[in-house]
Protein backbone atom coordinates (compact mmCIF):
# COMPACT_ATOMS: atom_id res chain seq x y z
CA UNK A 1 0.00 0.00 0.00
CA UNK A 2 1.16 3.18 -1.06
CA UNK A 3 2.16 5.23 2.35
CA UNK A 4 0.34 8.11 0.72
CA UNK A 5 -2.53 6.33 1.05
CA UNK A 6 -2.32 6.11 4.86
CA UNK A 7 -4.64 8.71 6.60
CA UNK A 8 -4.24 8.02 10.00
CA UNK A 9 -2.97 4.81 12.79
CA UNK A 10 -4.95 3.66 15.81
CA UNK A 11 -3.09 3.45 18.88
CA UNK A 12 -4.54 2.01 22.06
CA UNK A 13 -2.48 2.33 25.33
CA UNK A 14 -3.13 0.90 27.89
CA UNK A 15 -3.85 -1.88 25.84
CA UNK A 16 -6.86 -3.59 25.02
CA UNK A 17 -6.93 -6.34 25.65
CA UNK A 18 -3.52 -6.91 27.34
CA UNK A 19 -3.20 -4.40 29.66
CA UNK A 20 -0.07 -3.62 28.21
CA UNK A 21 1.42 0.62 28.56
CA UNK A 22 3.82 2.01 25.46
CA UNK A 23 6.72 3.80 27.05
CA UNK A 24 8.08 7.75 26.47
CA UNK A 25 10.24 6.29 23.72
CA UNK A 26 7.42 4.38 21.66
CA UNK A 27 5.10 7.17 21.76
CA UNK A 28 7.66 9.72 20.76
CA UNK A 29 8.78 7.03 18.15
CA UNK A 30 4.98 7.42 16.85
CA UNK A 31 4.72 10.82 16.55
CA UNK A 32 8.46 11.22 14.85
CA UNK A 33 7.18 8.62 12.09
CA UNK A 34 3.83 10.49 11.86
CA UNK A 35 5.30 13.56 11.21
CA UNK A 36 7.69 12.07 8.78
CA UNK A 37 4.83 10.28 6.79
CA UNK A 38 2.48 12.66 7.36
CA UNK A 39 -0.31 10.85 8.61
CA UNK A 40 -2.75 11.66 12.11
CA UNK A 41 -1.85 9.21 15.41
CA UNK A 42 -5.28 8.37 17.11
CA UNK A 43 -4.41 7.59 20.44
CA UNK A 44 -7.32 5.98 21.98
CA UNK A 45 -6.89 6.12 25.97
CA UNK A 46 -10.25 5.00 27.81
CA UNK A 47 -8.37 3.66 31.02
CA UNK A 48 -6.03 6.30 31.55
CA UNK A 49 -5.46 6.81 35.32
CA UNK A 50 -6.12 3.17 36.56
CA UNK A 51 -2.70 1.40 36.91
CA UNK A 52 -1.18 -1.41 38.90
CA UNK A 53 1.85 -0.84 39.69
CA UNK A 54 3.42 2.24 41.15
CA UNK A 55 6.08 2.17 38.60
CA UNK A 56 4.13 2.35 35.72
CA UNK A 57 3.47 5.84 34.25
CA UNK A 58 0.15 6.45 31.86
CA UNK A 59 1.39 8.84 29.05
CA UNK A 60 -1.14 10.55 27.16
CA UNK A 61 0.75 11.09 23.25
CA UNK A 62 -0.15 14.48 23.69
CA UNK A 63 2.85 15.08 26.22
CA UNK A 64 5.17 14.33 23.79
CA UNK A 65 6.68 17.17 22.13
CA UNK A 66 5.26 18.20 18.59
CA UNK A 67 2.23 15.45 19.02
CA UNK A 68 -0.12 18.27 18.81
CA UNK A 69 0.93 18.70 15.01
CA UNK A 70 0.18 15.54 14.43
CA UNK A 71 -2.09 13.75 16.72
CA UNK A 72 -5.41 13.31 18.67
CA UNK A 73 -6.40 11.31 21.63
CA UNK A 74 -9.65 9.83 23.37
CA UNK A 75 -10.48 9.67 26.72
CA UNK A 76 -13.22 7.84 28.21
CA UNK A 77 -15.40 9.38 31.05
CA UNK A 78 -18.29 6.22 31.10
CA UNK A 79 -15.51 3.73 31.67
CA UNK A 80 -13.47 5.49 34.27
CA UNK A 81 -16.23 7.42 36.22
CA UNK A 82 -18.28 4.09 36.55
CA UNK A 83 -20.88 5.79 34.21
CA UNK A 84 -21.39 2.25 32.10
CA UNK A 85 -23.91 2.73 28.86
CA UNK A 86 -23.47 6.23 28.53
CA UNK A 87 -20.52 6.20 26.26
CA UNK A 88 -19.01 9.59 26.51
CA UNK A 89 -15.81 11.03 26.72
CA UNK A 90 -13.49 13.33 25.52
CA UNK A 91 -11.33 14.28 22.30
CA UNK A 92 -8.24 16.45 22.28
CA UNK A 93 -4.95 17.30 20.15
CA UNK A 94 -4.31 18.82 16.41
CA UNK A 95 -6.74 21.46 16.05
CA UNK A 96 -7.32 21.11 12.58
CA UNK A 97 -8.88 17.62 13.54
CA UNK A 98 -11.13 18.73 16.12
CA UNK A 99 -12.68 21.30 14.14
CA UNK A 100 -13.58 18.64 10.89
CA UNK A 101 -14.74 16.88 14.32
CA UNK A 102 -16.78 19.90 15.44
CA UNK A 103 -17.90 20.46 11.49
CA UNK A 104 -19.24 16.64 11.20
CA UNK A 105 -20.95 16.00 14.59
CA UNK A 106 -23.18 19.46 13.37
CA UNK A 107 -23.76 18.76 10.04
CA UNK A 108 -25.10 14.95 10.87
CA UNK A 109 -26.41 16.47 14.44
CA UNK A 110 -24.36 14.10 16.10
CA UNK A 111 -24.98 14.78 19.74
CA UNK A 112 -24.49 13.40 23.66
CA UNK A 113 -28.35 13.23 25.35
CA UNK A 114 -28.38 15.97 28.17
CA UNK A 115 -28.46 13.58 30.87
CA UNK A 116 -25.14 12.09 29.61
CA UNK A 117 -23.71 15.11 29.72
CA UNK A 118 -24.84 16.11 33.56
CA UNK A 119 -24.38 13.14 34.46
CA UNK A 120 -20.37 13.34 33.36
CA UNK A 121 -20.57 16.84 34.74
CA UNK A 122 -21.18 15.54 37.84
CA UNK A 123 -18.88 12.86 38.28
CA UNK A 124 -16.11 15.50 37.23
CA UNK A 125 -16.88 17.82 40.18
CA UNK A 126 -17.35 15.33 42.70
CA UNK A 127 -14.40 13.70 41.52
CA UNK A 128 -11.00 14.29 44.23
CA UNK A 129 -8.05 13.08 42.13
CA UNK A 130 -5.84 13.05 44.99
CA UNK A 131 -7.97 10.80 47.62
CA UNK A 132 -10.18 8.99 45.05
CA UNK A 133 -7.15 7.88 42.54
CA UNK A 134 -5.07 6.06 45.17
CA UNK A 135 -8.17 4.48 46.34
CA UNK A 136 -9.49 3.26 42.61
CA UNK A 137 -6.24 2.20 41.56
CA UNK A 138 -5.92 -0.16 45.01
CA UNK A 139 -9.33 -1.40 44.78
CA UNK A 140 -9.43 -2.44 40.60
CA UNK A 141 -5.56 -3.63 41.23
CA UNK A 142 -7.09 -6.03 44.01
CA UNK A 143 -10.11 -7.51 42.16
CA UNK A 144 -7.44 -7.97 39.09
CA UNK A 145 -5.31 -10.09 41.42
CA UNK A 146 -8.12 -11.32 43.44
CA UNK A 147 -9.63 -12.94 39.67
CA UNK A 148 -6.10 -13.92 38.38
CA UNK A 149 -6.26 -16.10 41.64
CA UNK A 150 -8.60 -17.39 41.10
CA UNK A 151 -8.38 -18.85 37.68
CA UNK A 152 -4.91 -20.06 39.50
CA UNK A 153 -6.76 -22.13 41.69
CA UNK A 154 -8.48 -24.26 38.78
CA UNK A 155 -5.21 -25.18 37.53
CA UNK A 156 -4.09 -21.97 35.31
CA UNK A 157 0.19 -21.48 35.33
CA UNK A 158 1.10 -18.36 35.43
CA UNK A 159 2.38 -18.37 31.73
CA UNK A 160 -1.00 -18.90 30.60
CA UNK A 161 -2.39 -15.80 32.37
CA UNK A 162 -0.97 -12.16 30.83
CA UNK A 163 -1.15 -9.92 33.85
CA UNK A 164 -2.02 -6.51 32.59
CA UNK A 165 -0.08 -3.32 33.76
CA UNK A 166 -3.16 -0.87 33.60
CA UNK A 167 -6.85 -0.57 32.87
CA UNK A 168 -9.15 -3.53 33.94
CA UNK A 169 -8.82 -6.30 30.99
CA UNK A 170 -6.46 -8.82 30.85
CA UNK A 171 -5.61 -12.04 28.41
CA UNK A 172 -6.36 -15.70 29.56
CA UNK A 173 -5.23 -18.56 27.40
CA UNK A 174 -7.99 -21.53 27.66
CA UNK A 175 -7.05 -25.02 28.14
CA UNK A 176 -4.50 -26.21 25.53
CA UNK A 177 -6.00 -29.67 25.21
CA UNK A 178 -9.79 -28.11 24.29
CA UNK A 179 -10.40 -28.84 20.32
CA UNK A 180 -11.93 -27.14 18.17
CA UNK A 181 -15.44 -28.49 17.24
CA UNK A 182 -17.82 -27.88 13.98
CA UNK A 183 -16.05 -24.96 12.87
CA UNK A 184 -16.15 -23.48 16.43
CA UNK A 185 -12.68 -22.72 18.08
CA UNK A 186 -11.63 -24.30 21.23
CA UNK A 187 -11.74 -20.95 22.70
CA UNK A 188 -15.06 -20.14 21.34
CA UNK A 189 -16.10 -23.05 22.76
CA UNK A 190 -14.85 -22.81 25.77
CA UNK A 191 -16.76 -19.09 26.26
CA UNK A 192 -20.27 -20.57 25.25
CA UNK A 193 -19.28 -23.37 27.78
CA UNK A 194 -19.01 -21.09 30.73
CA UNK A 195 -22.16 -19.00 29.51
CA UNK A 196 -24.66 -21.50 28.77
CA UNK A 197 -23.77 -23.64 31.85
CA UNK A 198 -22.58 -20.89 34.36
CA UNK A 199 -24.02 -17.83 33.43
CA UNK A 200 -21.56 -16.31 32.90
CA UNK A 201 -20.17 -14.34 29.67
CA UNK A 202 -16.22 -13.85 29.06
CA UNK A 203 -14.87 -12.76 25.81
CA UNK A 204 -13.83 -13.81 23.10
CA UNK A 205 -10.44 -11.85 21.22
CA UNK A 206 -11.72 -12.53 17.91
CA UNK A 207 -12.66 -9.45 17.05
CA UNK A 208 -9.21 -7.90 17.74
CA UNK A 209 -7.77 -10.92 16.00
CA UNK A 210 -9.87 -13.07 14.15
CA UNK A 211 -6.80 -15.42 13.31
CA UNK A 212 -6.57 -16.19 17.21
CA UNK A 213 -8.00 -19.28 18.82
CA UNK A 214 -6.25 -19.39 22.35
CA UNK A 215 -7.38 -16.16 23.88
CA UNK A 216 -9.96 -15.17 26.44
CA UNK A 217 -10.27 -11.04 27.20
CA UNK A 218 -11.14 -10.95 31.01
CA UNK A 219 -12.71 -7.80 31.90
CA UNK A 220 -12.97 -7.07 35.85
CA UNK A 221 -16.46 -5.21 36.03
CA UNK A 222 -17.87 -6.26 39.24
CA UNK A 223 -17.56 -6.46 43.05
CA UNK A 224 -15.82 -8.85 45.07
CA UNK A 225 -18.75 -10.70 46.03
CA UNK A 226 -19.96 -10.97 42.26
CA UNK A 227 -16.46 -11.95 41.78
CA UNK A 228 -16.40 -14.82 44.53
CA UNK A 229 -19.73 -15.83 42.86
CA UNK A 230 -18.26 -16.67 39.26
CA UNK A 231 -15.21 -18.42 40.21
CA UNK A 232 -17.74 -20.78 42.50
CA UNK A 233 -20.21 -21.45 39.40
CA UNK A 234 -17.09 -22.40 36.93
CA UNK A 235 -15.98 -24.57 39.61
CA UNK A 236 -19.16 -26.12 40.00
CA UNK A 237 -19.81 -26.99 36.49
CA UNK A 238 -15.82 -28.48 36.15
CA UNK A 239 -14.10 -25.44 34.97
CA UNK A 240 -10.23 -26.90 35.27
CA UNK A 241 -7.07 -25.95 33.26
CA UNK A 242 -5.36 -29.60 33.55
CA UNK A 243 -8.96 -31.78 33.01
CA UNK A 244 -11.79 -29.90 32.02
CA UNK A 245 -14.06 -31.82 29.20
CA UNK A 246 -16.31 -30.06 26.52
CA UNK A 247 -19.51 -32.17 25.76
CA UNK A 248 -19.16 -33.86 21.92
CA UNK A 249 -22.75 -32.29 21.39
CA UNK A 250 -21.32 -28.57 22.70
CA UNK A 251 -20.54 -27.38 19.04
CA UNK A 252 -24.17 -28.48 17.60
CA UNK A 253 -25.70 -27.03 20.71
CA UNK A 254 -24.08 -23.57 20.19
CA UNK A 255 -25.20 -23.86 15.73
CA UNK A 256 -28.93 -24.42 17.23
CA UNK A 257 -28.54 -21.52 19.51
CA UNK A 258 -26.70 -19.61 16.50
CA UNK A 259 -29.83 -20.29 14.32
CA UNK A 260 -32.64 -19.79 16.48
CA UNK A 261 -31.92 -16.47 17.10
CA UNK A 262 -30.31 -15.19 14.21
CA UNK A 263 -32.93 -17.06 11.53
CA UNK A 264 -35.15 -13.73 10.90
CA UNK A 265 -34.69 -10.50 10.20
CA UNK A 266 -31.43 -9.59 12.42
Not at 80 to 109: C, K, Q, W
Not at 171 to 176: A, F, H, M, R
Amino acid sequence: MPEKSIRFMYFNSPCNPTGKVAGREYLNQLVQFALKHEILILHDMDSWYTTHNSKTDLINILEIPDAKECSLTVLSLSKEFGLPGLRIGLVAGNDYVINAIRMHNSTFSVMIPEVCQYAAKAALDNFNAEQQKPEINEYVSYLIQKSIAGWQSMGWPPEAIDCPEAGFKYLLSVPPHLQSQGGFTAVELFDYYILSRAYIKLSTIRSFNPESHQYIRVIIMQNEALLDEAFRRMKEIGVDYHSMKLPDSLSQEYTTLIQENMSGDF
